[in-house]
């Protein structure tokens, strides 16, 4: 086991690919499923929707965009169903005007409030683990080279990095790439967080009261999830049959 990270240093990379071995047992759910994506055994979950690129500029949030489509806002709900297109491949036919929101990445702004938050909810804030996932093309442009090694669970391989959540955004490898963390948790595995490359939105797996924080906040635009609700393009029966 190695030591823990100095509070004042950057993420540093990690051999400690043990630190991991307690996530895949517990990515129990069925295709699309939460706990596909983070860990089952957690008292609650929320999903944190990923902004869109507004027609004018600036971010907005799916319940915006749900006011110009005339789609219904729910905890499922699916970007492509909810701008009216028939294909998440394909969005040709989309109602929307503006952008689609990212997959697999946290902005800035949203990545440093959660992780003010999540920091109140730890008693290892300045010890945390980090993942990148392996398959980002600029991994072997720095010191995340392939002779580093992976954190290996179901359907990905990943990077892994340790330190503060003070520290993420801050970071030589985040201000390089902004990309945020597909996967990180803290040491005393009080929550865990997952940016799946595939996914809209992020999932936070912990407890009671951090996901009410989340959800009752105004920096998210975020709703509880269920473990077993499914995050599946063809999830979202309400605007999907509109």
């Avoid at 027609?55 to 799916?62: D, E, T």
């Avoid at 789609?71 to 709900?77: F, L, P, T």
């Avoid at 359907?155 to 990309?179: E, F, M, N, P």
Wanted: glycine fraction near 10%.
């Amino acid at each position: 086991m190695e030591r823990g990270p100095r509070e004042d240093l950057e993420l540093e990379l990690s051999a400690d690919t043990g630190a991991a071995a307690w996530i895949a047992p517990r990515l129990t759910g069925g295709f699309g499923a939460v706990t596909r994506t983070v860990p089952d055994g957690f008292p609650a979950y929320a999903r944190i929707f990923h902004p869109a690129p507004g027609p004018n500029g600036g971010w907005v949030r799916w319940e915006e965009v749900a006011r110009t489509t005339g789609a219904h806002v729910h905890a499922v709900m699916q970007w492509h169903a909810l701008v009216g297109a028939q294909d998440w491949l394909n969005m040709t036919d989309s109602q929307w005007p503006g952008g689609n929101p990212e997959r697999g990445n946290l902005g800035v702004e949203l990545l440093n409030n959660l992780c003010q938050l999540l920091a109140q909810h730890t008693n290892t804030p300045e010890h945390c683990y980090f993942c990148i996932w392996e398959g980002y093309g600029w991994l072997g442009s720095d010191k995340l080279t392939a002779a580093n090694p992976r954190v290996h669970l179901p359907w990905r391989d990943y990077i892994l990095l340790i330190g503060s959540l003070a520290k993420v955004t801050s970071s030589c490898w985040y201000t390089a790439h902004r990309q945020s963390p597909n996967l990180f948790w803290s040491a005393d595995r009080l929550w865990c967080v997952a940016s799946e490359i595939d996914f809209d939105s992020t999932l936070v797996a912990g407890s009671a009261s951090l996901i009410e924080a989340i959800v009752e906040s105004r920096l998210f635009e975020a709703w509880r999830v269920g473990p077993d609700d499914s995050l599946a393009a063809d999830a979202d029966r309400v605007n999907g049959r509109r």
